[in-house]
């Protein structure tokens, strides 16, 4: 017999994979924070992306100790 796979699986691993690319992204601006150090508006550009990103992933944090804690799987 298989595993029975749930939508909380699916969810869990939506939320993972949105915290990983938004970890990875916000590491990769840092690169682009440098080359881009003698533009300041586009470097302002950068900055703002990976805080966005550094906070998207902070969310997604959340979400996953609520999931995971069994309190955020209401509707299922």
């Given at each position: ?30 690169k682009?924070?440098?080359?881009a150090?003698?533009?300041d ?23 996953l ?12």
């Amino acid at each position: 017999m298989g595993t029975q796979h749930t939508t909380a699986d699916d969810i869990v691993y939506d939320l993972v994979s949105i915290q990983y690319h938004a970890l990875e992204g916000a590491q990769t601006y840092d690169k682009y924070i440098k080359d881009a150090e003698d533009h300041d508006d586009v470097r302002q550009f950068f900055e703002e992306c990976a805080r966005q990103d550094g906070e998207r992933a902070e969310r997604c944090h959340e979400l996953l100790k609520n999931l995971t804690s069994g309190t955020g799987m209401t509707g299922t």
